[in-house]
């Protein structure tokens, strides 16, 4: 029994994302070589424009660890974005403290939904369900104008860019291009590692992984259910208002539709990343992988430039479907094997 | 007497639709406080005209997504999101089959319009049948499940209209979502009303002259159980799925010849969340089990009124879903199991301090 | 609290809604001491040590531990932990998608200064720990890789590594081999020779008197006594866990049987993996068989393999001479099965249906959805079967969960009862049943026999059996040992289920 | 890390528009990140895009239809700048948040073209704007109806009430701010201003509730086609006259083919033009540059008609001095208009 393969199911997936990942991109780099795929700086884009949803699906990895569900972030996403732009633009804030403001809305936020649904157990989906629509209904409230960010020190903050000193090409109007990295990409990167190290290496991020796996045994092994799942919400909205603040640094602007439907963008990430939607097994690098995946459809959909951008939700709920499969297919054979 | 009268109270309170009926009673009450006119009904142009016909027109959809809903929730505690993405595809399907791919504006039809509203019901149930599949066979979690259908009909319905709205400028066809004419009659209520009523009327046939009502509410509460005494639990969820499919296949229909297009972007959006609103208003617990189909009704139409009492308030569009989510935080609370207990307790010490008396009341 | 004990409760009492769980049991370990825990399913040995270790609340009593002054409530398993009690619950309490190191150390896992988990260090204790303990397993890898009798092993490695003043064993060894079975034993002995209070609950009575000191029997949440080992034999710990003394069991005989020579079951090599070795067995029309062994030694699972209820992994069945593929419960219903399941809770009620549905859903279920039974037959049957056997109910549109448990069960009787089946399976049928009814339903069975249907009737009861039964079969560790048609004496029963030649 | 300038420097002079069609065939490539296709008019606005730049003229697409989603266009524009296409046109979704990646696009030597919507952004950032003045239409549709309400003599208190589009749009705000310029000065009675989000659906739910809530209603703005058609069912469901011979004027905006078709009808007395043909002027100017010149303004707006049911008003004045033309709708307007 010792010489058991370590590459169980769960780990499989994980290398299925990665695998396909690599050999979406490599058909990309073919295909649309002329295109300019191939540059260094389309798979740096990937990231720029996908940072803020990197950072959101690692929350909603954390969630759906424990075996729940956060459909709220894309509103709060959305209600972040409105309060930083309202209170840089219209109250005069200093990028710092709608910083602040926002991290906190999004604790406090996240520590609403983690009372209703790890204390007083009522199903994730209904109260983060009353949060999306409580928080897209904010937005409004707030103001139903778009309003543009004007403040300096943030427009510089979205401006700053990191110059990569390798992979350089000179494109067709003669102009050398070198790839470069944008701040939201930096502070992505960090999130999905501390995500990780947290999730490794501390007895929270392993109670989650716990609850998930089981919750009455993790309770009598001695584990506060409870705060953990509380917790969990928390740092989703959390990581999530981190996320929105990536976001408004790429767009620079609220309104009410901002960031809509980008919940079910998180939640397809973590899934093709390879987390269990029953909680307990995944991890954030296979969600990074799957926001980089989704990512990667879009590209090749942009790159097409002849298709509807319809066949990109549909390739992506394809690519769900599959997972979800093949998550069922592995539990089944599981259970056959245990019997 | 009082005492009578006080069993009677009693029974009206202890029914699972005296909370849903309270709600609806409320928002109306509300708006009669507001303008009396509310409540009027009159004939106007030969139609039936008021607030209340136009919340009994408007809820239709919502009805009839709520009756598949309640289903799905009772039968597996789980909620099909799928529905209003579904709707837009059933739109464009029909529509689609109706004037050819392609096709923007059309003022003659291919084939008989009936056979593109059955075409494009039929692709509701079809859709069903893949949650169904997914949740039974699969044992996929409902709501994960129905994601897929979630993102991907929407845009396979655009797909299907070319990425356009397909409009269908033949009269027949606004008569399902609009009103219904016989020669040069014109049926004084709108069609949806109708068709709403019908599919109820089905829904409750279905459920009450077979035993598909007991079965679903056996493998809700008790799959072991249902499954030890004969009943193919597999089997029972996945028709609540397909019923649901071909549910948002009728209300997709509807809200198609309501506006005699195809709009794929916007027809049925965000209509799961009401409809499955509409079956917690109604008093079901989301957790499955137990339903009652008139419940949710109720709750469908409660919504309706909700929503046409903010927009005759004048809230904005975009804020309404503020007090929506208030209303659900506070309806879910209430049916907390923990909540509840404690509730219990409370009442349980209540009466243990005032001994009998509690008991009297 | 005495010198010498580790532990003592007094007068615990516990309700859950319906049923008294626990009435004023008293409870006293000593250090080293192995103290077996006994009593039939559902005599609330489970729920002691969850109102112990902080599970559950219980509404009265005084728990005291060594070196805590005053009583003590635990409020979560943690608390009971940090105060030394280590647990292994009944059902293997583990997270199957951890590793194995990280389910040994979880909640304590070995930390650096930055407060981050050690993994390294983790993994070599975690390796140490099983290797101590002889078992092979490779802790890096995920629990689900490995079978429930490892697993097992794991959560008793994880409770004796807390380093507890007290152990508590639920039923640890219901998976366990012979092999793994010796492997706790010389554990559990090292750990007694250390001081440490072991708490020991098991059906098993050959390990009752193998390892053990003192035991202590309940029975329906009371309090029955303690006995050192020695001086309680086994067949007298046998008739305390039921209730009945050697001298009532006076066995009484119905004069005639009703047996026809027609087969109407017969099993060849049918089995289970893991829950019941291949059997055979027939049954003739109009006979009934008893089901007897010791607790959790696999009736159940006999009957649930015949009807289908778990589908046969090996073996045929015939039924009334023809061969039958049994898929589902459904298509043992169409041959003329009923079955009455052990566990009222999870497969017996549909909760919130009211009396009338759930007597008739089996009925229903056998027509077919589409030939819904009208109102009026419903509930003719309802009232029949209310009337017949005596349910307490102001009405039938009562949901089920109103009523008390034994009402239930008759209620699920009756819905058996409604389909006429040719052939029932009745699990513990008169579980939580009073006396008068009890003969009532033993008057049934023997009714039912004498139309010519046959029954398997497992009870608890083996009186109940000896008034009923035309033969027993006798059950031991999910393997048919034996059946007794002639000279079916209490004792002669008694001695079988004991099992081995030490009859003291 | 060092922030700031591409290391390209100067690049902005090193953009040489002739030397750019290099590529192994001479067709231009042009990228083009639309709005999404959301409307009839949206529809419209993609095919002369798509009919313009046909590879029959020289010219090589690559449409990019960015569903609503403000991120998805940032991550269109930027994968644009890998393709090294010759031309990039955006149809903002948002307003504002462009200037960093309008800047990439410059560093790399693409003059981007913007269309339609208006953008916040540095002017030198982009080469030039082409589109619809939107207050300009509201600001006529006030004036046509103060000219209408003269003609009919109708002078006593005049109660409106509005179907807005999309709160937040450029169009819905440019209408409205407009139009109501003209509801102040003319002492009218706004009864009432909703969001119709520019569907049908929304339309008819909106008039409905309007005509339970007022009794009196003389004119319904409507800020598209669609609302407008929406309106209609509804008054016509409620037994009201409306359009030519009717009680209640309507008045609507794009001026699409089937809203023409129910201006001749006499169901809709005005519509307003936006016009969504702003291709050809991109075109135009695209040639300007190609030939080393530079667009004549910054600004371009698109030429728009104002059409009419009947003449009872044929020409009129604007507050802002602008003279306006009305076209009656005939069979020939009719069939001129393709969308
Ligand atoms: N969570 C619960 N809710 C309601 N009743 C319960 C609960 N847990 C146990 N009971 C009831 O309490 C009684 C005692 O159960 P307990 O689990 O303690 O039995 P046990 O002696 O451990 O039996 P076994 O040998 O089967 O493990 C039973 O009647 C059982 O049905
Ligand atoms: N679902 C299960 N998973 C694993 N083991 C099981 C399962 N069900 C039963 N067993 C095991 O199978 C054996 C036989 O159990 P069974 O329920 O048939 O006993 P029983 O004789 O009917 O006892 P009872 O008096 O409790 O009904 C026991 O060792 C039990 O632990
Ligand atoms: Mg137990
Ligand atoms: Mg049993």
């Not at chain 1, 709060?76 to 926002?102: E, F, H, Q, R």
């Not at chain 1, 987390?275 to 690098?285: A, D, E, F, R």
């Not at chain 3, 050697?246 to 829950?275: M, N, P, R, T």
């Amino acid at each position: 029994m010792k010489n058991k393969l370590k590459i169980g199911g769960n780990n499989l997936l994980l290398l299925i994302t990665i695998v396909l990942f690599i050999v979406m991109y490599g058909i990309g780099c073919v295909i649309y070589e002329d295109k300019g795929f191939g540059h260094f700086q389309t798979l740096l884009n990937l990231l720029i424009t996908n940072a803020g949803l990197i950072c959101v699906a690692c929350g909603m990895t954390c969630v759906m660890l424990t075996g729940g569900i956060d459909i709220s972030v894309g509103s709060l996403v959305g209600l972040d974005c409105m309060v930083m732009a309202y209170g840089m633009t219209n109250l005069k804030w200093s990028p710092a403290v709608a910083i602040a403001v926002v991290l906190i809305i999004g604790l406090v936020f996240g520590a609403v939904q983690g009372f209703l649904i790890g204390v007083l157990g009522i199903q994730p989906f209904i109260i983060t369900m009353a949060g999306m629509f409580f928080a897209r209904g904010m937005i409004a409230v707030i103001t139903t104008d778009m309003v543009n960010i004007n403040n300096e020190t943030f427009a510089k903050w979205a401006d700053w860019k990191l110059q990569l000193p390798f992979g350089g090409y000179t494109n067709r109007h003669g102009v050398m291009m070198n790839p470069f990295i944008r701040m939201p990409v930096i502070i992505a990167l960090l999130v999905v590692v501390i995500t990780f190290i947290i999730l490794k290496f501390t007895k929270f991020g392993r109670s989650l992984y716990a609850v998930g796996g089981s919750e009455s045994s993790a309770k009598l092994m001695g584990l506060n259910v409870k705060k953990t799942k509380m917790k969990a919400y928390m740092l989703s909205s959390l990581l999530c208002s981190i996320g929105g603040i990536l976001y408004c640094l790429n767009s620079m602007c609220g309104f009410v539709a901002q960031a809509k439907f980008m919940e079910m963008d998180a939640i397809a990430s973590s899934v093709i990343g390879g987390t269990l939607l029953t909680g307990g097994v995944g991890n954030v690098i296979g969600t990074l992988f799957g926001v980089l995946i989704k990512g990667t459809i879009d590209t090749l959909v942009n790159t097409n430039g002849k298709l509807l951008s319809s066949w990109s939700s549909i390739a992506i709920s394809a690519l769900l479907c599959f997972f979800i499969v093949l998550q069922a297919v592995f539990a089944l054979v599981k259970e056959k094997k245990k019997e | 007497m009082s005492k009578e009268k006080n069993s009677f109270w009693k029974k009206c309170t202890g029914s699972k639709l005296f909370f849903p009926a309270v709600c609806l009673l409320v928002v109306i009450l509300v708006n009669v406080i507001k303008s009396p006119s509310f409540l009027q009904i009159s004939i106007n142009n030969g139609v039936l005209y008021g607030r209340l016909i136009d919340i009994a027109n408007r809820g239709s959809e919502i009805a009839i997504l709520a009756i598949g809903m309640t289903l799905t929730i009772a039968v597996s505690a789980g909620t099909d999101i799928s529905v209003g993405s579904v709707m837009a595809l059933v739109a464009s399907c029909c529509c689609t089959s109706l004037v050819g791919y392609g096709v923007n504006s059309a003022s003659s039809v291919k084939m008989p319009i009936i056979f593109g509203v059955l075409f494009g019901i039929f692709i509701g149930g079809v859709c069903g049948c893949f949650n169904g599949f997914m949740v039974s066979n699969l044992k996929v979690q409902p709501m994960v499940a129905t994601l897929v259908l979630y993102t991907a009909a929407r845009a396979i319905g655009l797909v299907v209209s070319n990425n356009q709205n397909t409009y269908v400028h033949v009269k027949q066809y606004k008569y399902l979502g609009n009103f219904w004419h016989i020669g040069g009659w014109e049926c004084p209520i709108p069609t949806p009303i109708f068709v709403a009523v019908i599919c109820v009327i089905l829904a409750t046939l279905l459920l009450k002259k077979t035993a598909l009502g007991m079965y679903i509410q056996a493998v809700g509460i008790n799959p072991k159980a249902a499954r030890i005494m004969g009943i193919n639990s597999g089997l029972i969820i996945f028709l609540c799925y397909v019923i649901c499919g071909l549910g948002a296949g009728i209300a997709g229909t509807v809200a198609s010849s309501r506006i005699y297009s195809a709009d794929s972007n916007n027809i049925g959006l965000n209509f799961e969340m009401d409809a499955i609103l509409a079956v917690a208003l109604g008093g079901n617990s989301l957790a499955g089990g137990k339903f009652s189909l008139a419940g949710s009704i109720i709750g469908a139409y409660t919504i309706q009124a909700l929503s046409t009492t903010l927009l005759a308030f004048g809230v904005k569009t975009e804020q309404a879903p503020v007090i929506k989510a208030i209303v659900i935080v506070i309806i879910v609370v209430i049916q907390a199991p923990a909540i509840q207990s404690y509730m219990k307790n409370r009442k349980a010490r209540k009466a243990g301090a005032t001994g009998g008396e509690a008991v009297a009341k | 609290m005495k010198e010498n004990e580790v532990l003592t409760m007094r007068g615990i009492n516990k309700t859950f809604p319906g049923v008294k769980a626990l009435n004023g049991v008293d409870f006293t370990l000593r250090k080293g001491e192995i103290h077996a825990l006994m009593g039939e399913n559902g005599a609330g040995k489970s729920t002691l040590i969850k109102v112990l270790t902080g599970v559950y609340d219980f509404e009265a009593g005084e728990i005291r531990v060594d070196g805590i002054d005053g009583p003590v409530v635990n409020h979560s398993t943690q608390e009971a932990q940090e105060k030394g009690i280590a647990t292994v619950y009944q059902e293997v309490n583990l997270c199957p998608n951890l590793t194995v190191a990280e389910n040994l150390f979880i909640g304590r896992e070995p930390r650096n200064a930055l407060g981050l988990i050690q993994w390294k260090k983790m993994n070599k204790m975690a390796q140490k720990i099983v290797d101590d303990l002889n078992i092979d397993i490779d802790v890096t890898v995920a629990l689900e890789n490995y079978s429930v009798a490892l697993q097992q092993m794991v959560a008793i490695a994880r409770a004796v590594d807390m380093d507890s003043k007290v152990l508590i064993l639920d039923e640890p060894t219901s998976s366990l081999d012979d092999s793994e079975v010796e492997k706790l034993f010389k554990m559990m002995l090292r750990l007694k020779k250390e001081g440490v209070g072991i708490v020991f609950v098991t059906h098993f009575l050959e390990q009752v008197y193998a390892v053990c000191d003192m035991i202590t029997v309940l029975r329906n949440g009371e309090l029955v006594g303690e006995y050192p080992v020695a001086e309680l034999p086994r067949v007298e710990l046998v008739a305390k866990m039921m209730g009945k003394n050697f001298d009532d069991l006076a066995s009484i005989k119905e004069a005639e049987s009703s047996v026809q020579d027609e087969i109407i079951i017969d099993a060849k090599g049918l089995g289970h993996k893991g829950k019941i070795k291949p059997f055979d067995l027939v049954i003739h029309k109009g006979e009934v068989i008893g089901l007897t062994g010791l607790l959790g030694s696999g009736r159940s699972e006999l009957a649930r393999v015949i009807y289908g209820a778990d589908k046969s992994q090996s073996g045929t069945l015939k039924v009334k001479g023809k061969e039958a593929k049994i898929n589902s419960p459904i298509d043992a219903m169409k041959l003329g099965m009923g079955f009455l399941p052990d566990d009222r809770k999870a497969e017996g009620v549909i909760a919130d249906l009211s009396i009338r549905e759930n007597m008739i859903l089996a009925v229903q279920a056998k027509r077919g959805m589409f030939r819904l039974l009208p109102r009026s037959e419903q509930e003719k049957i309802a009232d029949k079967y209310i009337k017949e056997i005596q349910v307490k109910t102001p009405s039938m549109e009562v949901p089920i969960s109103q009523l008390s448990g034994g009402n239930q069960q008759k209620v699920i009787l009756g819905r058996w009862l409604a389909t006429n089946p040719d052939f029932l399976i009745l699990d513990e049928p008169t579980r939580g049943i009073d006396i008068g009814t009890k003969t009532e339903i033993q008057k049934l069975i023997i009714k039912l026999a004498k139309e010519g249907k046959a029954v398997i009737f497992i009870s608890s009861e083996i009186e109940e059996m000896l008034r009923t039964c035309d033969r027993m079969v006798v059950l031991r560790d999910g393997v048919k040992v034996g059946e007794i048609d002639d000279e079916m004496t209490q004792n002669s029963i008694m001695k079988a289920i004991a099992g081995g030649d030490k009859d003291e | 890390g060092s922030s700031g300038e591409s290391a390209g420097g100067s690049s902005s002079g090193s953009k040489d528009a002739s030397s750019s069609s290099s590529k192994s065939n001479d067709l231009i490539s042009i990228g083009f990140a639309q709005v999404g296709h959301e409307s009839d008019w949206r529809t419209a606005s993609t095919e002369s895009c798509r009919s313009t730049f046909s590879k029959e003229n020289g010219y090589d697409l690559s449409f990019v239809d960015c569903d609503n989603k403000s991120a998805d266009q940032l991550e269109a524009v930027r994968n644009f700048v890998e393709q090294e296409v010759d031309y990039i046109i955006i149809d903002p979704i948002v307003e504002t948040g462009w200037d960093t990646v309008l800047k990439e696009a410059k560093d790399a030597g693409i003059p981007v073209l913007v269309i339609d919507r208006n953008i916040k952004a540095d002017e030198s950032l982009y080469t030039a704007w082409v589109g619809s003045d939107f207050t300009a239409e509201g600001e006529s549709a006030g004036a046509w109806l103060k000219a209408y309400l003269e003609a009919k003599k109708k002078t006593d208190k005049v109660n409106i009430v509005t179907i807005a589009g999309t709160n937040g749009s450029s169009a819905q705000i440019g209408r409205t701010k407009g139009f109501n310029k003209y509801v102040k000065a003319n002492g009218w009675n706004l009864l009432d201003e909703q969001d119709g989000d520019f569907t049908q659906d929304g339309g008819q739910k909106i008039m409905e509730s309007y005509l339970k809530s007022y009794k009196d209603i003389d004119v319904v703005v409507c800020q598209n086609d669609n609302e407008a058609f929406g309106a209609i069912d509804a008054l016509k469901a409620a037994g009201k006259t409306y359009g030519k011979d009717g009680d209640i004027i309507i008045i609507s905006f794009d001026a699409t083919n089937a809203g023409l078709k129910d201006v001749k009808e006499g169901s809709i007395n005005a519509d307003f033009e936006c016009n969504p043909l702003a291709a050809p002027y991109v075109e135009d100017i695209i040639k300007k540059i190609k030939d080393g010149g530079k667009p004549d303004s910054q600004k371009v707006y698109v030429d728009e008609a104002c059409f009419a049911c009947d003449d009872t008003v044929s020409s009129f004045k604007t507050d802002e001095g602008k003279d306006i033309t009305m076209t009656v709708v005939d069979d020939k307007v009719l069939k001129e208009r393709a969308y």
